[in-house]
């Protein structure tokens, strides 16, 4: 889907989605646990029906009507299972250790990018641990499709903590489920722990102990987790573009946040505060605990008067699409100015941006990001590809054409 956006500012109020991240853990969780759990306020954006549907090829019962899914925990583990990821790396990197602690001999598949993005912790692990890989359908380059076999014995896993949360995250959903005690020992920096904490927190409401240590985190074996029925709170990760569309001059009212939240992106808020306090000074901004918000970041910085910097973003570019050069593809070729570093952005404030034509690159968040430049662009903007906002938010230009946006499909 191509579509022309002609630059108007967003009015109204909006209600931001639930949080994917918070929503991943709950399905799983309450697949995982002994008993009936209801989980409300669920969005059916393309990566959560994926992870519903590996949960039930699992052997979980879930039953899924507007916003509220039933869930009856496994009871019966089958054999062999097809778990399909579609696009979505939470799935694959939280399933793998799932599957292999059940010892269900499992096939992943996927599309799009993700069968090029790493599974490496695991390969290097796992094998240690019970565990087989077989890559051999898989074509050069790609981790997709690939098989499991085995059940994962308890123990020592060493893990990088620089490549993604999302691997330690899969261990602590698995390594409870084993006979003996583990350790996740970190091996470097872990980024990203703010996603690591909405893990913990969803694990304590499902009656599971995970022990955080210096070196990393000690999981006690034989665990059950207990049912448990709760809403999933609003997503401060799709929050952040009507929040960076107010601070470019739009008057939105966005709703549904939890203002105490455990999601690191909460902090977008902050940053948007200190903007519109300064009258839109340049910053600098380590982003390694904030990754998502790094395209929509890169919109916000190109109205500083000022050069900005957000660092600590190298691994951005194993996300859907290169998220660096992408987005500074898209905002240069709309007259912005952003350089692209190893591991940074360099973005120049500009008076204006203009329009033009951009392309999605499969990245839901490139999109979304760029139309929330194109309600302060001098002329209007076409986004080729624009239907990959289904991966988190489909209804998003509905939902931004009630705000007021101009949107036409072309």
């Not at 000022?306 to 660092?311: A, D, F, N, V, Y």
């Not at 952003?338 to 404030?349: A, C, K, N, R, Y």
Request: net charge negative; charged share 20%.
């Amino acid at each position: 889907m191509d579509i022309k956006i002609t630059p108007k500012k967003l009015h109204g109020t909006v209600t931001v989605p639930p949080s994917k991240s918070v929503a991943h853990r709950m399905i799983i969780a309450a697949a995982l646990a002994d008993g009936v759990s209801t989980i409300s306020n669920l969005y059916p954006s393309v990566d959560i029906l994926a992870t519903m549907d590996c949960m039930r090829a699992l052997g979980a019962e879930i039953d899924f009507h507007g916003d509220t899914a039933v869930i009856e925990g496994i009871k019966n583990i089958p054999d062999k299972a097809v778990l399909d990821c579609h696009e979505s790396g939470s799935t694959l990197r939280f399933l793998i250790p799932v599957a292999c602690s059940l010892g269900v001999k499992s096939e992943f598949l996927g599309s799009a990018k993700l069968p090029q993005r790493p599974i490496t912790p695991f390969t290097d692990e796992f094998p240690k641990h019970g565990i087989t890989f077989d890559f051999s359908n898989a074509p050069s380059g790609c981790t997709l499709p690939c098989s499991v076999s085995g059940k994962l014995t308890a123990g020592r896993f060493e893990i990088d903590g620089g490549l993604s949360s999302q691997f330690i995250t899969g261990l602590m959903f698995a390594l409870p489920l084993l006979d003996g005690d583990s350790e996740i020992v970190l091996t470097s920096h872990l980024n990203s722990k703010p996603y690591i904490d909405i893990t913990l927190g969803v694990l304590r409401d499902f009656g599971c102990v995970v022990k955080e240590m210096e070196s990393g985190y000690f999981i006690k074996g034989n665990q059950h987790l207990k049912p448990f029925s709760g809403n999933v709170e609003g997503d401060y990760s799709q929050a952040a573009f009507f929040r960076v569309a107010n601070s470019l001059g739009s008057e939105l009212e966005i709703l549904g946040l939890n203002e105490n939240s455990l999601q690191g992106d909460r902090k977008i808020t902050e940053i948007c505060d200190n903007f519109d306090k300064s009258g839109g000074a340049p910053f600098e901004l380590d982003c390694s605990d904030i990754p998502d918000l790094v395209p929509v970041l890169t919109v916000l910085a190109s109205f500083c008067k000022g050069t900005s910097r957000l660092t600590n973003i190298s691994r951005l570019r194993f996300k859907e699409c290169d998220r660096l050069s992408v987005t500074a593809e898209c905002l240069n070729a709309m007259g912005g100015k952003v350089t692209v570093h190893e591991d940074s952005l360099e973005i120049e404030g500009v008076n204006e941006l203009r329009g033009g034509v951009i392309e999605g690159h499969s990245d839901h968040r490139i999109p979304m990001s760029m139309a929330v430049a194109a309600t302060r662009s001098s002329s209007p903007l076409i986004i080729r590809g624009a239907e990959c906002v289904k991966k988190s938010f489909p209804n998003y230009f509905d939902v931004y054409k009630q705000l007021g946006g101009e949107v036409e499909v072309l």
